[in-house]
């Protein structure tokens, strides 16, 4: 099994910031099979970011993903209000698939 | 508009069993590869299981491997998960949600989430 760890646990950030979020794997997670995804209170995830850099449709583009082999990161350039959120890696090299354990980015 | 609406969710004993159903709407559903993924509330997010898109091929995490069933009826644009033995630790919010893959069945993201169903599982 392929485990991720994310960190920090927790991001304090104030607006307009940039929040870098890391996501640590314990075996090389080949073709780049990493996705992101941003939760908010109260709703189910939403899809950020697959192929560890390829961001989904109608995301916009101060989010963006980088890395390979067992290290990656997720970038977001500016936040703004709506991007306060727990953050979610996953890995999809093969089963079973792997969340990390989350990043909070919470306001300052 | 995609639309992943689940059921089934309610309070079980443990040992007891329980099917959880997904209506999908909105897509194509035997186009694609369907998840089941939970989330104990405060928690993180933990993936349980998957299905090709004929039902044929199925993988599952190791805690819920010979006790769970995933299967689909693309006739009726439905997912189920059959949950069998259930204890304590099964309970958690049950996402259904729509998978994609460049490759395998298994190397599959999740583009679209259900709003979930909760599932206690108590005495």
């Given at each position: 099994?392929?485990?991720?760890?994310?960190?920090?646990?927790?991001?304090?950030?104030?607006?307009?910031?940039?929040?870098?979020?890391?996501?640590?794997a314990?075996?090389?997670?080949?073709?780049?099979?990493?996705?992101?995804?941003?939760?908010?209170?109260?709703?189910?995830?939403?899809?950020?970011?697959?192929?560890?850099?390829?961001?989904?449709?109608?995301?916009?583009?101060?989010?963006?993903?980088?890395?390979?082999?067992?290290?990656?990161?997720?970038?977001?350039?500016?936040?703004?209000?709506?991007d306060?959120?727990?953050?979610?890696?996953?890995?999809?090299?093969?089963?079973?698939?792997?969340?990390?354990?989350?990043?909070?980015?919470?306001?300052? | 508009?995609?639309?992943?609406?689940?059921?089934?969710?309610?309070?079980?004993?443990?040992?007891?069993?329980?099917?959880?159903?997904c209506?999908?709407?909105?897509?194509?559903?035997?186009?694609?590869?369907?998840?089941?993924?939970?989330?104990?509330?405060?928690?993180?997010l933990?993936?349980?299981?998957?299905?090709?898109?004929d039902?044929?091929?199925?993988?599952?995490?190791?805690?819920?491997?010979?006790?769970?069933?995933?299967?689909?009826d693309?006739?009726?644009?439905?997912?189920?998960?059959?949950?069998?033995?259930?204890?304590?630790?099964?309970?958690?919010?049950?996402?259904?949600?729509?998978?994609?893959?460049?490759s395998n069945?298994?190397?599959?993201?999740?583009?679209?989430?259900?709003?979930?169903t909760?599932?206690?599982?108590?005495?």
């Amino acid at each position: 099994e392929i485990v991720l760890t994310q960190s920090p646990g927790t991001l304090s950030l104030s607006l307009g910031e940039r929040a870098t979020l890391s996501c640590r794997a314990s075996q090389t997670v080949r073709s780049n099979y990493l996705a992101w995804y941003q939760q908010k209170p109260g709703q189910a995830p939403s899809l950020l970011i697959y192929g560890a850099s390829t961001r989904a449709t109608g995301i916009p583009d101060r989010f963006s993903g980088s890395g390979s082999g067992t290290d990656f990161t997720l970038t977001i350039t500016r936040l703004e209000p709506e991007d306060f959120a727990v953050y979610y890696c996953q890995q999809y090299v093969r089963s079973p698939l792997t969340f990390g354990g989350g990043t909070k980015v919470e306001i300052k | 508009e995609v639309k992943l609406v689940e059921s089934g969710g309610v309070v079980v004993q443990p040992g007891g069993s329980l099917r959880l159903s997904c209506e999908a709407s909105g897509f194509t559903f035997e186009d694609y590869i369907m998840h089941w993924v939970r989330q104990v509330p405060g928690r993180g997010l933990e993936w349980v299981s998957l299905t090709s898109w004929d039902g044929g091929v199925t993988y599952y995490g190791d805690s819920v491997k010979g006790r769970f069933t995933i299967s689909r009826d693309n006739s009726k644009n439905s997912l189920y998960l059959q949950m069998n033995s259930l204890q304590p630790e099964d309970t958690a919010l049950y996402y259904c949600a729509r998978g994609e893959t460049y490759s395998n069945y298994e190397s599959s993201w999740i583009s679209f989430w259900g709003q979930g169903t909760l599932v206690t599982v108590s005495s």
